[in-house]
């Protein structure tokens, strides 16, 4: 730009010299342009110039039109004479513009400078940079206005090409999801900041200003070692991606990966670093890490626990027989029952590895949130030191959890809570929906609710936070360390996450993420007495069918008992060739001298492929109870079990075609 | 008529421990210490009921199932295992294993156990 105007100056000055010394000759050419003396000099001067050359009476009338203006526009100065240049050579959207302009320039001081579009002949635009000076009368007043004008189209496209590729940069630059810092690389190394994009704004708090007083070397970082050696080293450790821990303003450690590119960029040299917000992927990791230990540990604790269950096997079993043959000894039978005693401990120390190994497939049921908190001991053991304070959001979804495993878990950290508070404080159990903006990385898509647990004792040291999961870790000596090590995996068998969170000085937050039910389900207070239609029940022991018929009695339902898989079989075929089908059939798992469950299901549904049985037992562990589809129940009752309960299973597959 | 039961186990105190608990409830007790020596002793002798460990070196508890089924269909096999792992459990009930025992057992639940089993299938 400067160059043009510069250009423009130099024709105008040379003009305006020309004007002064023979401004008598144009004049006369002016109103003679035939006359003879000066008129070649004029015309020549006018035609030999580059610059365009327009003169024009003080109503914008064309005067003069020299040859380059007549090869830029493709007019003849025939063709324009006398005419209003505005009429002819601006283009329509300038003209209020132009028009308006051309009075400020018959009013203002000389010389003048403007920009306008002319369009040719041919309808080509042309950008035109104009410089104007007035011609005066005998008298001094401006009779003439004489414009110099240079086609700078070509340089303004230069100009807006070039802007537009700036515009570019800059909107890539400050769209980028990553962090950018660009610092100079002078003789003695790295320099400021010249240019942070918004990413690092926002990431690390600091403003522009702010970042363009630091440099590479005075920016807060954590491993300041790690930071000064790579400064140091470089261009040679350019290219290399690394991770560092950036401080931001207001204290926070953000994780970073960098990745530090030499450049060369409007002659200077430049070290570029794009810097990735890592806090996510460590988080995931440290997680993924905690996960693999939990599950090394588990397989460990799994397979001392077979060994030991060996061991014990043989050691209770002879106990067991020495027992018998000594029984007449009261003081050898008195220290065998000791052994035995302890060997029992063994036993119970044994399972509490293998829940905490396996954790046991669980048994999922769909639960409100508000009855398994109901059913957590832990509020039992609220004592009259110790407030349990309940806060559930009105509209938490269902769970879909095993009951007895869940409960197992929110009891532990209730008594842990209980515990860290020497038994005296408040406990709060905050549960609800998890939002939209308080989702965490590691959960899957889905509804989930989380059940919050905080309590008023000491916290928990920052050193013991990452370790509370990990099994055998305690700071009690009367604990196992198993707790908190079960209720990890149990939640993590749930698809569900635990976590804990703790300042010191308040009390620690274990928070428990588990998959949620989007369909609410039906909930009647109490339980109806609307069961409908015929129920055969297989038990082999008397007084639990007696109990199970009772129960459908009052639900509604017409119960008929049976005490083994043959005669349920039975009674199931004559019923139905009678024209008196049973609806449903419940059936015992194990029947100590009889048919069970698993075999007697075989011969109904080859009897009726549509027959639908309920699996019913107390051994919860057994495979036939956790995959019951599989050996052709269609649902499975826990025992023992509650009139609800009994009546929910009933309805759901009553209900199904 | 005396039954006859077979003990699988590589560890020598339990074989031991379930020959005289099984001997004194009146059963005939046959041991074998691995997979290959029980399939080689069903092919000898006529086993009403095996009590076979999941867990053995050698040949494993549920290949040694299934060799056993194979050579003898109707015997009924009780697997002992001192680790329930749900996936074992419902593989060897699919290989036809008619329950199981976790150790460490009660020996009278163990002897109860096996003569259920023993009367179920005679019923």
Not at chain 1, 362 to 388: Q, T, W, Y
Not at chain 1, 570 to 584: D, I, N
Request: proline fraction near 3%; charged fraction near 25%; include cysteine.
């Amino acid at each position: 730009m400067g160059g043009i105007w510069e250009n423009i100056h130099v024709l105008t000055e040379e003009w305006s010299i020309f004007m002064e010394t023979d401004k008598t000759c144009l004049i006369s050419q002016v109103n003679d342009r035939t006359s003879s003396g000066c008129h070649d000099v004029v015309a020549t001067v006018l035609n030999a110039v580059e610059a365009l050359i327009v003169v024009l009476d003080l109503s914008g009338r064309i005067v003069i039109f020299n040859k380059r203006c007549e090869q830029l526009t493709g007019y003849t100065f025939a063709e324009v004479q006398g005419k209003d240049f505005r009429d002819i050579l601006v283009i329509p959207e300038e003209k209020d513009k132009v028009g308006h302009d051309f009075s400020h320039v018959c009013a203002s001081q000389f010389p003048s400078e403007c920009e306008s579009h002319w369009v040719t002949k041919s309808g080509e635009v042309h950008y035109i940079a104009w410089t104007s000076h007035g011609l005066p009368d005998k008298n001094g007043n401006i009779e003439l206005i004489v414009s110099t004008g240079i086609d700078i189209t070509t340089s303004k496209q230069t100009e807006s090409a070039l802007w537009d590729s700036e515009e570019l940069f800059r909107e890539l630059f400050n769209s980028a999801n990553d962090a950018i810092f660009l610092c100079e690389l002078t003789d003695q190394g790295l320099g400021k900041y010249l240019s942070v994009n918004n990413i690092a704004i926002q990431k690390l708090g600091y403003t522009n200003e702010e970042f363009l007083r630091m440099t590479p070397l005075t920016i807060p970082v954590v491993e300041k070692e790690k930071r000064d050696n790579l400064a140091q080293n470089f261009p040679d450790s350019s290219g290399s991606a690394f991770e560092l821990t950036l401080i931001a303003k207001n204290g926070k450690e953000i994780p970073f990966e960098l990745s530090v590119q030499y450049i060369h960029l409007q002659g200077k040299n430049i070290a570029m670093a794009v810097c990735r917000d890592i806090t996510e992927r460590k988080a995931m990791e440290e997680e993924t890490l905690k996960t693999s230990k939990l599950e090394s540990v588990g397989a460990l604790a799994g397979s001392i626990a077979h060994d030991f269950n060996n061991i014990l096997t043989v050691f209770l079993g002879n106990l067991s027989m020495a027992r018998m043959f000594v029984k007449h000894d009261e003081k050898i039978s008195s220290k065998l029952q000791d052994m035995e005693d302890a060997a029992m401990e063994g036993k119970a120390l044994a399972r509490r590895l293998l829940t905490f190994a396996r954790g046991g497939e669980p048994i999922k049921r769909i639960f409100e949130v508000s009855a398994l908190l109901d059913n957590v001991g832990g509020r039992a053991l609220c004592g009259d030191h110790v407030k349990c304070v309940y806060e559930i959001s009105m509209d938490i979804l269902p769970v879909e959890v095993d009951e007895g495993q869940i409960t197992q878990v929110i009891n532990d950290i209730l008594l842990n809570a209980i515990d860290s508070m020497s038994g005296r404080g408040t406990i709060f159990v905050q549960a609800g929906n998890v939002k939209d903006h308080e989702r965490r990385h590691f959960l899957k898509d889905g509804p989930y609710v989380k059940i919050a647990v905080t309590d008023e004792g000491p916290g928990i040291p920052p050193d013991n936070l990452s370790r509370v999961f990990d099994p055998f870790f305690t700071t009690k000596d009367s604990h196992s360390g198993l707790g908190l090590a079960t209720a990890f995996s149990v939640v993590h068998k749930h698809q569900g996450f635990i976590t804990v969170e703790s300042i010191e000085g308040f009390g620690p937050t274990f928070t428990i993420y588990l998959p949620a039910v989007a369909v609410i389900a039906e909930e009647s207070s109490g339980t109806d007495t609307t069961g409908n239609g015929k129920i055969l029940v297989m038990d082999d022991e008397l007084y639990v069918r007696k109990m199970a018929g009772e129960m459908l009695e009052v639900l509604g339902y017409k119960p008929d008992l049976a005490a083994d898989g043959e005669e349920a079989y039975t009674m199931y075929r004559k019923a139905r060739e009678a024209g008196e089908p049973f609806h449903a059939v419940i059936m015992d798992l194990s029947v100590s001298g009889g048919i069970g469950g698993k075999e007697a299901v075989q011969k109904v549904l080859a009897y009726d492929p549509q027959a639908k049985v309920i699996v019913s037992s107390g051994y919860y562990n057994d495979p036939v109870m956790s995959d019951y589809t599989c050996y052709g129940f269609k649902g499975c009752l826990e025992k023992p079990y509650t009139m609800k309960e009994l009546h929910n299973v009933l309805q759901r597959l009553l209900q199904e075609a | 008529m005396v039954r006859t039961v077979m003990v699988v186990d590589d560890r020598v105190g339990i074989r031991k421990l379930l020959h005289e608990v099984l001997q004194g409830a009146g059963y005939k007790v046959i041991t074998a210490a691995g997979g290959n020596e029980a399939i080689k002793m069903i092919g000898q002798e006529t086993v009403d009921l095996v009590l076979l460990d999941m867990k053995m070196s050698g040949m494993d508890g549920l290949e040694t199932l299934t060799q056993l089924k194979k050579v003898c269909p109707q015997v009924i096999i009780m697997i002992m295992t001192a680790y329930e792992e749900l996936e074992v459990l419902k593989e060897a009930a699919r290989r036809g294993a008619a329950g199981y025992i976790s150790k460490p057992f009660d020996i009278e639940e163990l002897k109860d156990v096996v003569a259920s089993k023993l009367r179920a299938e005679s019923a």
